[in-house]
């Protein structure tokens, strides 16, 4: 919402829903958005719908709401189908499934969506324009949605992981906890800009960092041989199989 807003769409076309008022006074007083507790006074009129609750709850309220197949109804709840979706939102309106990631927060999201057989070019377009207000948008098949999965929805806590694991090696190396953290935490955020808009492939980029027989060396050839790799390919394959489990 807040990427919408910062990315001038008009915060009076925007409509919220939530169960809690509070909440919802909070949203309208540092947004200015539009808020209601009736979601099918929300929906009325809406182009775009979207529909951010818990997997759980999500097929229940699409089943509540009278939908117009003029409005696309975009889901951001993990493991729920299209085919799901749509009998669930009704005959004929147009569905789009999208994976998002947390750095959308902070306009840095990675977010992949799928179209269901309803939904028209324009439509799709708009959607994608509405997401890229917060970030990168690639349009993919449902059927590679668990890969999208593990390399963007659930990735972001991989790269927390990696970086939480250097913070306590520079502890023992003797660092001072705060100085290991910023060390650490900017070094993930400048390289991951390198790797964004340098023009450069990540093995290219390892290769300019890595001297023969030097420091940089030294240290991948430790993590080569801790099973780094094969560690990066299995969490995948876990996380893929896990959303498949959960559709």
Known sequence: MSGLVNAGYDAADIVVTNRRPERGEELQSAYGVAVTSDNAKAIDSADYIFACVKPYAIVELLEGLDISTDAVLV???????????EKAAGNGVPV?????????????????????????????????KLLEAVGEVAV??????????????SAPAYYFLVTEALIDAGVQLGLTRDVAE?????????????????GKDPVALRAGVTSPGGTTAAALRELEESG?????????????QRAQELA
């Open 75 to 85: 889901s951001m709840a993990a493991g729920l189908t299209l085919d799901t979706l």
């Open 96 to 128: 789009v499934r999208v994976m998002p990631n947390t750095p959308m927060l902070v306009g840095k999201g990675m977010c992949t969506c799928a179209e269901g057989q309803h939904v028209s070019e324009g439509q799709l377009g708009g959607v994608v």
């Open 140 to 153: 993919i098949e449902e059927k590679h949605i668990d890969a999208a999965t593990a390399l963007a929805g």
């Open 182 to 198: 910023q060390l650490a935490t900017r070094t993930a955020q400048g390289a991951g800009t390198m790797m964004a808009e340098s």
């Open 228 to 240: 780094l790799r094969g560690a990066f390919f299995r969490a995948a394959e876990a996380c893929a």
